[in-house]
Nanobody, 120 residues
Framework: QVSLVESGGGLVQPGGSLRLSCAAS????????MGWHRQPPGKQREFVAR???????TYNDSVKDRFTISTDSAKKMVYLQMNSLKPEDTAVYYC??????????????WGQGTQVTVSS
């Protein structure tokens, strides 16, 4: 079993910053990619950013140059540094990880989500 736990969400004013963290634990042989998605109120979940085991990053165009994804592989953690936040960044942010377990199964896991609200 694998679990992902996010932290770091909250209320921030437009133009402010927040750093989200996500910790993976459980029967993890290797992590292939880790990333973030978000679900704005009343909308579908959307891709935000992803980082693979080689450090290659991919971003949604709407967050490029404002958000930075990074990992600490030894700690099995992924971070999302969010700068210059806008009201349209308001959403529940979900961590996900493509994991190979010790039982050699591979699947994508999701965290429970953390709320980010950008408002004055």
């Amino acid at each position: 079993q694998v679990s992902l736990v996010e932290s770091g969400g909250g209320l921030v004013q437009p133009g402010g910053s927040l750093r989200l963290s996500c910790a993976a634990s459980g029967s993890i042989r290797s992590i292939n990619t880790m990333g973030w998605h978000r679900q704005p109120p009343g909308k579908q979940r959307e891709f935000v950013a992803r980082i693979d085991s080689g450090g290659t990053t991919t971003y949604n165009d709407s967050v490029k140059d404002r958000f930075t994804i990074s990992t600490d592989s030894a700690k099995k953690m992924v971070y999302l540094q969010m700068n210059s936040l806008k009201p349209e960044d308001t959403a529940v942010y979900y961590c996900n990880a493509d994991v190979t377990t010790w039982g050699w199964s591979r699947r994508n896991y999701w965290g429970q989500g953390t709320q980010v609200t950008v408002s004055s």
